[in-house]
């Protein structure tokens, strides 16, 4: 059997294509018994909306921000060029992006950043900031707009954000943790550092990692995290001085953003290769890393994958459409020297 149309809900209810037509749009000058005729035949015929033909119909164009941390994050830069690619394909067809740059470790900025934003001129918002009460409140009042929120890389799960685009940042700690643990040569200590532990992802990442480390690796000791605090030199020289003071360093398990300071105090430190050192993310920096045997591993997720998957959440939120779950699921990578996939 065909899939029913409009002409034949406008048949079966004894209306005007127009009509169907305002009833399907929520469009004013329709009478109560006519809007419930239609939605009755609706129903009956089992009529389903094709929503891309009926916003292409109507040339319709999607707004969409991505607010993401500024300074020199790799990772984030890696995002704004998987952005920039999907921008130039088809998935972004009818489509605006506004990249929005805030400082991480600033909630005041972010705050300022996204209150900025007209609702008006904007469909969905796709964020990586860290949750703070005050990134929260902002949040409920974009919510109150009607806009789609999509919480990316690190969750914002006591928002009222729409969805989590990510990979399962616990499951990632104990996937670290597991590697040290089969890495490291001998008892001692193992030391991690990370911008800042109020990004949800570094924190979920601890608590995976030292999940497995208790349960599995009691010989080795997790000392308390480093955090740059968006300062690239604090980062080398806290990382250099633990490297210099404590020789019972048997790991290093650098959580996020910082890579590149942590391995300028590695080569300083002239600890290269004596120690198993775990990475997150695969940018330039680690994968040369990883070619030069100074990085044992990196926990990677599929960037293109991410942006793609945002941009196609925000689109079925905006469109009240499902979201097809398992094409939407990151997968968590290991990535070694052996396995390294070619660049670009």
Do not use: C, W
């Not at 008892?187 to 208790?214: C, K, Y």
């Not at 391995?263 to 070619?291: N, Q, W, Y």
């Not at 689109?315 to 398992?326: A, G, K, V, Y």
Request: hydrophobic share 45%.
């Amino acid at each position: 059997m065909d899939r029913p149309t409009v002409h034949d809900i406008a048949r079966e209810a004894g209306v005007s294509l127009a009509t169907v037509d305002r009833v399907l749009n929520a469009r004013a000058g329709v009478r109560q018994k006519t809007i419930d005729k239609v939605n009755d035949t609706i129903a009956r015929l089992g009529y389903v909306r094709d929503t891309s033909a009926a916003n292409l119909a109507r040339q319709r164009r999607y707004t969409f921000a991505f607010v993401l941390p500024e300074g020199p994050s790799q990772f984030a830069e890696s995002i704004r060029a998987a952005l920039r690619d999907a921008y130039s394909s088809q998935i972004a067809d009818r489509l605006v992006l506004r990249i929005i740059s805030v400082p991480a470790n600033d909630p005041h900025a972010i705050v300022r950043a996204l209150l900025s934003l007209d609702p008006r001129k904007l469909d969905g918002l796709a964020l990586m900031v860290p949750e703070t009460p005050q990134v929260r409140d902002a949040l409920a009042r974009i919510k109150q707009e009607g806009i789609a929120i999509v919480a990316m890389v690190s969750d914002l799960p006591n928002s009222p954000r729409d969805y989590f685009v990510g990979t399962d940042s616990i499951a990632a700690g104990r996937t670290a943790a597991l590697l040290m643990g089969k890495f490291a040569r001998k008892p001692g200590e193992i030391l991690l550092a990370t911008n800042s532990m109020r990004s949800r992802d570094s924190l979920e990442r601890r608590l995976g990692f030292d999940a497995v480390m208790q349960a599995d690796f009691p010989h080795l000791t997790v000392i308390p995290t480093i955090e740059s605090f968006d300062d690239p030199e604090r980062m080398e020289e806290l990382v250099f001085g633990m490297l210099i003071r404590k020789p019972q360093l048997v790991g290093l398990y650098s959580m996020g953003s910082g890579n590149l300071s942590v391995l300028r105090a590695l080569r300083r430190s002239t600890r290269v290769g004596e120690i198993p050192v775990i990475m997150h993310e695969l940018t330039p920096p680690t994968r040369a890393a990883l070619m030069a045997n100074e990085v044992d591993a990196v926990i990677a997720q599929n960037v293109g994958h991410l942006v793609r998957s945002a941009i196609r959440v925000l689109r079925s939120l905006s469109d009240n459409l499902p979201i097809f779950e398992p094409q939407e699921r990151l997968r968590i990578e290991i990535v070694l020297r052996e396995n390294l996939p070619e660049s670009g």
